[in-house]
C-alpha cells in the first residue's frame, strides 16, 4: 500500500480506539485488541499471520513488562502496609521543620512514588495531608496538590511504573538510561511543582460539601477518609509483642513501631542503585571487559526489584513479627490489582506490533524523515493529543511508542537519545489530565475541588509540569548530543 493509505490507516486506528474507550465504554483492554486486528486485517496483513501478530506482541511486551510491575507492585504493597508512608513523611517533616510541612511532604512524595502507583500512593498520603492541614488550619489542596503533582510526574518517566517501562519495551529502550534521566529530570520538575502550586494556591478554593463534612470528621475516627485507611490499617486488638491489625484484607501481628524511614530510603534507592551500576559500567569499562557481564547482571531491573523485594519480605515483614504466610499474602494481595495494568500494556503491544508489521510504523517514519519534524517533538505532541483524548497516561505512552517504533529502531539513535524519546513520550502523557482521567476524580475528590475548580487547578499544574518536563529533557537531548552521547 501507499504511505499515504497506510497513514490513512493508523489515523483511522487511532480514532476508532478513542472512540470505542471515550464514546462506548469498551474496557481499553479489549478496544486495544480488536482495533488491532481491524487494523491488521485493511492493512494488508495475510489472514494467517494476524493472530500471530497479536500473540507476539503480546508476549514480546508482556515478557519484559509482567515480571517488572508485579515485582514492583509488591513493594510499593509492602511499603503501604508496613507504614513506611507514614515514617518518610514525618522523617522529611522533622528535618525540613513544621513551618516547611508542604515542601517536606513533597519531598517524601517524590521519594515514595518511585515504587508506588500514583493512585494509590496519593490514597495513602490522603490521611497525612488531612493530619497536617487540620493542625495547620489551612485547606488540604494546600498540600495535596504538590504531591499528587510530582507523584504523577515520577509514575509516568520512572520505572517500574507501568506506561513507561512498556514504552520501553516496545521502542527497545534501555531501562537504566530512563531510571536515570527521570529521576534527573523529575528534581528539577518537582521543584517547580511546589512553587507553581503554592502560586495556584492563592486562589481560595471552597471544598465540595461532602469532602468539607469528611475533613470536619477528621480525627474523631468516624469519617470516609478514616474508614478507608482502616481497609488498610486498623487495629483490632492487642497480642503479646505487638498489635494484630488488619490491613489490605489480611489479619497479621506486627510489632508496634513502623519501619525506619532509613528503611524505606533504603528499600527505594538500592534497586535504583543496582539498575544505575549496570548502566554506567556499560559506558565506563571498555568493550569486551570480563567485568562487564557481572555488572549487567548485577543492573538488570529484574534483579535489583527481586533483591529488594527479598529484603523487604524480611524487614518489613519477618522481622517486625509478621509470619511467611502473613507476609506471603500482604505480597500476593497487590497483584490482583495491576492484571489489568498488565493486560492493557501488553494489548498496546500488540497495536505495536501491528502497526511495525503493516508497515505503518514505516511509513511513519518515511513521513517524519521527509517533513523533518524532530522525533523528541512528535513523541511529545502524539503523547499529549492520545492522552487528552482519552484519559490514561499508560495508553497514551504505549501507542505513542507503538506510532514511533519503526521511526526510533531506523533513525539510528544512541541508548541515551532513545531513552530521551521514552521520557518525552511519559512527560507529553503527563499535562491534560482533566475529566476522562481516573488519577483527576481522585485528586479533585479528596482534596474537595469542584470540577471547575479542578480544572484550573490540578490540570493546569499537571500542564505546566509536562511541558516543563520536555522543555528539560529537550535541553538533555541537546547536551547529550553535543557531547556524542
Not at 45 to 68: E, F, H, Q, R
Not at 372 to 389: C, D, E, K
Amino acid at each position: 500500500m501507499s504511505t499515504p493509505i497506510l497513514l490513512l490507516i493508523a489515523l483511522a486506528a487511532v480514532a476508532l480506539l478513542l472512540v470505542s474507550v471515550i464514546k462506548f465504554k469498551i474496557p481499553a483492554f479489549l478496544a486495544l485488541l480488536m482495533v488491532s486486528i481491524l487494523t491488521a486485517l485493511v492493512a494488508g496483513i495475510p489472514i494467517g499471520d494476524v493472530i500471530k501478530t497479536v500473540t507476539d506482541g503480546m508476549g514480546g511486551t508482556l515478557g519484559s513488562v509482567a515480571i517488572l510491575v508485579g515485582l514492583g507492585a509488591m513493594l510499593g504493597k509492602m511499603i503501604e502496609v508496613s507504614g513506611g508512608a507514614e515514617a518518610l513523611a514525618g522523617r522529611f517533616t522533622s528535618i525540613l521543620g513544621p513551618k516547611r510541612v508542604i515542601a517536606a511532604l513533597t519531598a517524601a512524595s517524590f521519594v515514595l512514588a518511585i515504587p508506588v502507583f500514583f493512585d494509590v500512593g496519593f490514597i495513602i498520603l490522603v490521611p497525612i495531608i488531612y493530619g497536617f492541614s487540620k493542625a495547620a488550619g489551612l485547606n488540604p489542596v494546600k498540600f495535596g496538590l504538590p504531591v499528587a503533582g510530582i507523584m504523577l510526574a515520577i509514575h509516568v518517566v520512572v520505572p517500574p511504573h507501568p506506561g513507561i517501562v512498556g514504552g520501553a519495551g516496545v521502542l527497545g529502550a534501555d531501562i537504566g538510561w530512563i531510571t536515570i534521566l527521570g529521576l534527573a529530570i523529575c528534581v528539577p520538575v518537582g521543584i517547580l511543582g511546589y512553587f507553581v502550586a503554592q502560586r495556584i494556591n492563592r486562589r481560595d478554593f471552597v471544598m465540595l460539601p461532602a469532602t468539607a463534612e469528611q475533613f470536619r470528621l477528621f480525627g474523631s475516627g468516624t469519617s470516609e477518609v478514616e474508614r478507608d485507611a482502616a481497609a488498610s490499617q486498623t487495629a483490632t486488638s492487642t497480642a503479646p509483642g505487638g498489635t494484630e491489625v488488619q490491613r489490605g484484607g489480611v489479619a497479621l501481628a506486627t510489632a508496634p513501631a513502623t519501619p525506619s524511614p532509613g528503611m524505606i530510603i533504603t528499600l527505594i534507592v538500592l534497586p535504583i542503585a543496582m539498575i544505575m551500576v549496570g548502566t554506567v559500567s556499560n559506558v565506563v569499562l571498555p568493550e569486551g571487559s570480563a567485568l562487564q557481564p557481572l555488572f549487567a547482571f548485577i543492573g538488570a531491573p529484574i534483579l535489583a526489584l527481586l533483591v529488594t523485594i527479598s529484603l523487604a519480605y524480611y524487614f518489613l515483614g519477618i522481622r517486625r513479627g509478621w509470619s511467611s504466610q502473613q507476609t506471603g499474602e500482604i505480597m500476593d494481595s497487590a497483584l490482583a490489582p495491576t492484571a489489568i495494568v498488565i493486560l492493557v500494556t501488553g494489548a498496546g503491544g500488540v497495536f505495536a506490533k501491528v502497526l511495525t508489521t503493516s508497515g505503518i510504523g514505516a511509513a511513519l517514519a518515511d513521513t517524519l524523515t521527509t517533513a523533518g519534524l524532530p522525533v523528541l517533538l512528535l513523541a511529545f505532541i502524539l503523547a499529549a493529543v492520545l492522552r487528552i483524548s482519552q484519559g490514561s497516561a499508560t495508553v497514551a505512552i504505549i501507542t505513542t511508542a507503538g506510532l514511533l517504533a519503526a521511526a526510533v529502531s531506523g533513525g539510528g539513535f544512541s541508548a541515551v537519545q532513545t531513552a530521551l524519546i521514552a521520557v518525552a513520550i511519559g512527560f507529553g502523557a503527563l499535562g491534560f489530565s482533566h475529566i476522562n482521567d481516573s488519577g483527576f476524580w481522585i485528586v479533585t475528590r479528596f482534596l474537595g475541588l469542584s470540577v471547575a475548580d479542578g480544572l484550573r487547578s490540578w490540570t493546569v499544574l499537571t500542564t505546566i509540569l509536562g511541558i516543563t518536563g520536555f522543555a528539560i529533557t529537550a535541553l538533555a537531548w541537546a547536551a547529550t548530543s553535543a557531547v556524542g552521547l
